[in-house]
Every structure is written in structure tokens, then in C-alpha cells.
């Protein structure tokens, strides 16, 4: 069973990481799907479709609830279980799929780390946050300021936000093991303040953000 890891954060949150190889049958076997959940299954291709399976699998895993509640989407589409008090995140990369569970507003977000990444960088690094960037470790700057933005763009959960302007990262110091630092959203007179986390395992970066 290829879970990487799951890890439970003095309560405040949990989350889990998993590498998907397993057929769709494999999650099929091990859900109770309702009626709603297996009417959007239908609708998803392929890759959707395997995807959508191994998130909905890892979240029943990391909530650890007495019983399994529904995965389903508010009108903005933002995940929530059915009956549960807890908030919920899911991020899919390539075979990676990354769940966070907490009380509190919460977002996740989990890539493969790839070069390409910097050449897109000015599309969502303002020039704050280039100021503290080493020129010497962009590669992994550049991926946790990303996720950082997509964590908190979850956390948010109501679409239109620009990257560059209504989402900042403070400055941190980057480590391989789980770091915290801090963000911020800012758009018109909506202003937020994320905890955020991240760390590498391996060529994975997870990123993830708790509202303040």
C-alpha cells in the first residue's frame, strides 16, 4: 500500500500523502460511495476519474471517522465531507495525491518538483518576494512560493484571486524538513493571515496553509 506518509499535527491538523499505482477497482473495493459521489465519478475521464478514487480513499484513511461521510463541492467547488465539522484540502500531482483535514480553514498543495517552474515564476512572484529569493535556489523558492499561493487560494475557496497581487509570502528559509513561515491574503478590503508549512520528501514538495 503505497501511503507515503501521514502525519497528525498536535491536533490542529492531519494529512497524508499518497503514491497512486493501484487500478480504479482497488478504491472501488474500499469506498461506500453515495449517490451524488458516484453520479460525479461518471462524469470524469480517466485520469480524473483515478485521481478523484485515490483522494477520496486517502481522505477516509487521514479522518479516521467512526464512519465514512460523503466527499461533495460547495458552488464554488470546494471539497467538504457530508456531516463533518472538519474543513478539507486535496492536491493531485502526477501520481501524488496530498488530503489535509483540520477545524480550522485549511489548503494543500503537492508537486513533483520540475525546472520549468522558473521560467513561469514571474507569472505568479511579485516583486517582494523576488527580493528575498536566493539566486542560487530558485528551483525550490519558486515551488514553495507556488504552493504557498495555491494552499491559500484553497483556503480562500472563492476563485478570483491573482497570484501576483492578492497573494503574498513572506520571506523564510528554506529546509528540506517542515518549516513554517507565513502569507497573507489581501483583496480589497479582505484581508487574511495563513500558518504555512512545507518540506520536501525526496522530488516531492508539499505545501500546505492554516487560517489564522
Given amino acids: 500500500m503505497p501511503l507515503i506518509l501521514i502525519k497528525n499535527e498536535n491536533g490542529l491538523f492531519r494529512y497524508g500523502i499518497w503514491h497512486h499505482i493501484e487500478a480504479d477497482d482497488f478504491f472501488l473495493?474500499?469506498?461506500?460511495?453515495?449517490?451524488?459521489?458516484?453520479?460525479?465519478?461518471?462524469?470524469?475521464?480517466?485520469?480524473?476519474?483515478?485521481?478523484?478514487?485515490?483522494?477520496?480513499?486517502?481522505?477516509?484513511?487521514?479522518?479516521?471517522?467512526?464512519?465514512?461521510?460523503?466527499?461533495?463541492?460547495?458552488?464554488?467547488?470546494?471539497?467538504?465531507?457530508?456531516?463533518?465539522?472538519?474543513?478539507i484540502s486535496i492536491s493531485h500531482t502526477f501520481d501524488y495525491t496530498a488530503v489535509i483535514i483540520s477545524k480550522k480553514v485549511c489548503g494543500i498543495d503537492i508537486q513533483v518538483v520540475v525546472p520549468?517552474?522558473?521560467?513561469?515564476?514571474?507569472?505568479f512572484i511579485n516583486e517582494n518576494e523576488l527580493k528575498y529569493i536566493p539566486q542560487n535556489n530558485k528551483l525550490y523558492y519558486f515551488h514553495v512560493?507556488?504552493?504557498?499561493?495555491?494552499?491559500?487560494?484553497?483556503?480562500?475557496?472563492?476563485?478570483?484571486?491573482?497570484?501576483?497581487?492578492?497573494?503574498?509570502?513572506?520571506?523564510?528559509?528554506?529546509?528540506?524538513?517542515?518549516?513554517?513561515?507565513e502569507g497573507r491574503l489581501h483583496k480589497d478590503d479582505c484581508i487574511v493571515k495563513y500558518s504555512l508549512y512545507a518540506e520536501l520528501n525526496e522530488k516531492i514538495m508539499t505545501v500546505y496553509a492554516i487560517e489564522n
Fill in 29 to 87: 473495493e474500499r469506498l461506500n460511495l453515495s449517490r451524488a459521489e458516484e453520479a460525479e465519478l461518471q462524469n470524469l475521464k480517466a485520469r480524473k476519474k483515478s485521481e478523484w478514487l485515490c483522494s477520496r480513499y486517502l481522505l477516509t484513511i487521514v479522518a479516521d471517522h467512526v464512519m465514512r461521510g460523503a466527499c461533495l463541492k460547495d458552488e464554488y467547488g470546494k471539497p467538504y465531507i457530508e456531516g463533518s465539522d472538519e474543513n
Fill in 116 to 123: 520549468k517552474i522558473i521560467a513561469i515564476g514571474p507569472r
Fill in 145 to 181: 512560493i507556488w504552493g504557498a499561493k495555491e494552499a491559500m487560494y484553497k483556503c480562500h475557496g472563492k476563485k478570483e484571486l491573482d497570484f501576483k497581487k492578492h497573494l503574498e509570502v513572506s520571506p523564510f528559509d528554506f529546509s528540506q524538513n517542515c518549516f513554517r513561515f
